[in-house]
């Protein structure tokens, strides 16, 4: 009876484990460069940090992009394209992860484990755990 017990728990729990471990990460997801120095990190609510843990800005769930002090800095759009402040076209990042700049040359590139590479295909950084939009915007864009 208690193997039965055990198991019947284990039935029961496993689903919730498992729901547990896909549910999104609340850590902050770090940010290297390519000689794998730490950089800063971006926290789960778009937080940016620079690596002395100072508030660089804010990437908001929206795309609109701020910096320490509240200011508008810029905007990724719905469709990966990436605006300045003044609404400016400054580039566009793809469904794949390529970057093009506003003359639609070909930046680089953030693949799906957070591999940053550049336009040469040689290895820029990691930013495990971003999405590949908040990646671009710390990469490729000037926004901090």
Known sequence: ???????????????????????????????????????????????????????????????TVRNSSGSYLGKIESDGTVRNSSGSYLGKIYSDGTVRNSSGSYMGKVESDGTVRNSSGSYMGKAEGLSREQAAAVFFFPFF
């Open 1 to 63: 009876m208690k193997k039965f017990a055990w198991r019947h728990f284990l039935f029961m729990i496993t689903p919730i484990l498992m729901l547990a471990m896909m549910a999104p990460c609340a850590y902050a997801q770090s940010i290297r460069n390519s000689n794998g120095s730490y950089m800063g990190k971006v926290e789960s609510d778009g937080t940016v940090r620079n690596s002395s843990g100072s508030y660089m800005g804010k990437i908001y769930s929206d795309g």
